[in-house]
């Protein structure tokens, strides 16, 4: 395809799913924008809010934007990994056993509450995130191409949880913080559900455009002196005095591909070092264990990165 006419697809992804989101959707700007990266990139998603910021309805209008079927899975304590993933049910007629598939088999996979998820459903999960397959009896079978997981977890709420570990946290390519909407935007959320609640309907675009747009973010040039920086960023949090676990090599990879996807989002086909500074946050924040004394002086993780941004050299 003429790199024009990919540009063409990514504008139209972005500018659709701007204006579509923002039907349903009051504010939570950055969520949006985030989550149009990951559909350009291909990447996880772990979406960290309280209850009712409209994580789950994000995620939902998406799939209807861009066609891809939606399936949720509801994290229990007793969720078993047959549960998402499916199990060979026998059928007494033909005294075979046949594939009964489980919600895992889907494009847009929405993990609702993933750290109340057990260790062992994590497992069968985070194999499905990486190698988008799954396997069952021993047999592998292949995930859609489009699989995407977007996981929900409730930042305040700590009984009867299992936090993720750090192999799985690796795995997703952003960690969005979805915050409480300003008092506009709330003034604004019941406003619409005064008048009989959002009853927008979105206009779906073909799936075709979004394995269009990309391809076109997977081939974006990147300059070598760009790749260093990323690099840079990446093991400044590894040397943090107040880290006692930095970013991982897959960090660095993450940030050349967010990067990417914030370029062709503003329209260009090159990556410059604003670009890989807006992904710091998001691709880095869920990567790094604070030390216990700046736990407990109230050190953020993005308040780490924050300097690390400020203290790395940019490439000129």
């Known amino acids: 395809m003429e790199p024009a006419v990919a540009q063409e697809q990514v504008n139209k992804v972005v500018a659709h799913g701007r204006e579509q989101l923002a039907k349903v959707i009051v504010g939570q700007h950055e969520m949006i924008e985030q989550c149009l990266v990951a559909l350009l990139t291909g990447g996880h998603v772990l979406l960290e809010g309280v209850p009712g910021v409209a994580k789950t309805l994000a995620v939902k209008t998406l799939s209807q934007l861009f066609q891809l079927s939606f399936q949720r899975i509801q994290c229990t304590s007793d969720l078993m990994p047959a549960d998402i993933i499916g199990t060979n049910i026998l059928d007494q007629e033909n005294r075979t056993f046949a594939l009964h598939k489980g919600p895992i088999f889907g494009d847009l996979i929405l993990v609702d509450e993933v750290n109340r998820m057990p260790p062992r459903t994590q497992a069968a999960l985070l194999e499905a995130m990486e190698e988008r397959q799954i396997t069952i009896d021993g047999k592998r079978y292949p995930l859609n191409p489009l699989f995407t997981v977007f996981a ?73 002196d760009l790749v260093q920086y990323a690099v840079r960023l990446t093991r400044a949090t590894r040397e943090s005095p107040q880290l006692a676990l930095g970013a991982s090599p897959r960090a660095s990879l993450n940030l050349l591909y967010v990067g990417k996807a914030y370029a062709a989002m503003d329209g260009r086909d090159y990556l410059i070092p604003d670009d890989l500074k807006r992904a710091v946050p998001p691709v880095l924040r869920h990567r790094m264990m604070l030390k216990p004394e700046a736990q407990l002086e109230g050190v953020t993780p993005d308040q780490v990165l924050t300097e690390v941004i400020k203290h790395v050299a940019v490439p000129r």
Do not use: H, M, W
């Open 152 to 224: 929900t977890q409730n930042p305040v709420d700590f009984e009867g949880t299992y936090p993720l570990p750090e192999a799985q946290l690796d795995r997703f390519l952003l960690k969005v913080l979805v915050p409480y909407p300003t008092e506009q935007e709330e003034q604004a959320i019941l406003a619409l559900y005064a008048k009989g609640g959002s009853a927008a309907v979105v206009e779906p675009l073909p799936t075709e455009v979004l394995a269009a747009a990309r391809a076109k973010v997977v081939d974006l040039n990147v300059q070598p």
